[in-house]
């Protein structure tokens, strides 16, 4: 089984923020694939699919972006899901907007969601999708931008990147990872 995790924060007011491109790009894929992320354990909602590589579950932490590993290492536990197995997507202020960086190991960045996970799956060394927010304009904090959307103009150009991510977790279902960075990076 292959599960894909997206991170953000639950709730109508965190909605389509810079800090839930991770939940938006999970969305994408379950409009693309025709599933529901009706079902709910250890504090996350998931949906899953059947391909022809095998089962495939989506999941969205609910446990809020700096907890995030306490929801997906139970669910890997019980689904028996090995680190290799998984693909994580987040938001990356260092990137420039809309653009993609797919890794297989890391270290968290400052982001808190990644040192969550890091500390709860016990390895560095998982498939990342960052997808890049950019940094704050001027004088905004970082706290107050994440948690801020996206301006309509900005809209369609995060909307290719969730496409795009979406595409690059699909073709991870045939390919090895190594080989999803080579064509998506």
Sequence with gaps: ??????????????????????????????????ITLNQQKFNAMYGMTHSPEGKVMLMKPLTYMNL??????PMMDYYDIGVEDIVVIYDDLDLEKGKLRLRQKGSAGGHNGIKSLIQHIGTQNFNRIRV?????????????????????EEQPLMQ???ARASDACEYWLEKPFAEVMNRFN
Excluded: Q
């Excluded at 894909?4 to 894929?29: A, K, M, Q, S, W």
């Design 1 to 34: 089984m292959k599960l894909i995790i997206g991170l953000g924060n639950p709730g109508r007011e965190y909605e389509h923020t810079h800090h839930n491109v991770g939940f938006d790009t999970i969305d994408c894929l379950a409009e693309k694939w025709g």
């Design 68 to 73: 995030s590993g306490e929801s997906v290492r």
């Design 132 to 152: 890049g927010i950019s940094r704050p304009p001027a004088g905004m904090k970082v706290p107050d931008y994440v948690l801020s959307r996206f301006s309509k």
């Design 160 to 162: 290719e990147s969730f």
